[in-house]
């Protein structure tokens, strides 16, 4: 995998316990962009400050400063932006769609579900929430069409780590934080670890590591 060269090092704003923004520090880190990392805590609303609402007007992390006037929000799009030339981002027009397919995949179909139930139950400790049961179904739902995949396949795209993998990873490998059941699905668990042995990849922390 080719590193990438920049002059200056670009400056993300994340919050380094949530999955949409340790996608963005998994792809720096595997291609060895040089970066800047800004601790923005969500929960004391320091993504609503006048300051951070003029970088982003969504008020949402994580957000890529490329120079002083260009920002980048949405976790996937930064993946898209920084794999550019590299071997995150396939050459081959149909292994392009089908990691985009599964970006799309993470941002509809997962990540409302397995991110969503591990913020309530982790950040807001509400474990009575009535959204749950719904929020668990679709969470399953979500890790079977995975399990089906990854049964056949040791990554998303092709035979390498993507940034398919990368966004898929994030909540993924933290699913039990949501009082998800990982032990069901052997292709899944399987994976995590591939991704794990990736040279760059590395766990993400909980709140209060």
């Not at 069409?145 to 490998?173: N, W």
């Not at 059941?181 to 909980?206: F, H, K």
Request: charged share 20%.
């Amino acid at each position: 995998m080719q590193p990438f060269s920049l002059h200056v090092p670009h400056r993300v704003y994340g919050m380094a316990a949530s999955g949409n923004c340790h996608k963005v520090k998994l792809a720096l880190d595997i291609l060895r962009i040089p970066y800047r990392w800004h601790e923005t805590d969500i929960m004391k609303g320091e993504s609503r400050t006048p300051e951070f609402l003029r970088m982003n007007p969504n008020g949402r992390v994580p957000l890529l400063q490329i120079d002083t006037n260009t920002f980048l929000p949405e976790s996937n799009a930064i993946l898209c932006y920084l794999a550019e030339g590299s071997d995150l981002w396939p050459g081959d027009r149909l292994m392009r769609a089908q990691a985009l397919q599964w970006l799309f995949f993470e941002q509809y179909s997962h990540e409302p579900y397995i991110a969503v139930a591990r913020f309530v139950h982790l950040f807001l400790a509400r474990h009575d929430d009535p959204r749950l049961p719904d929020i668990m179904k679709r969470g399953y739902a979500a890790l079977g069409v995975m399990e089906k995949h990854l049964g056949q396949h040791d990554f998303f795209v092709g035979k390498r780590l993507t940034i398919a993998d990368i966004a898929l990873f994030a909540y993924t490998h933290r699913a039990d934080d949501g009082r998800f059941d990982l032990a069901p699905y052997p292709a899944v668990r399987a994976w995590i670890e591939r991704c794990l042995q990736q040279p760059g990849m590395s766990a993400m922390p909980g709140p209060a590591e």
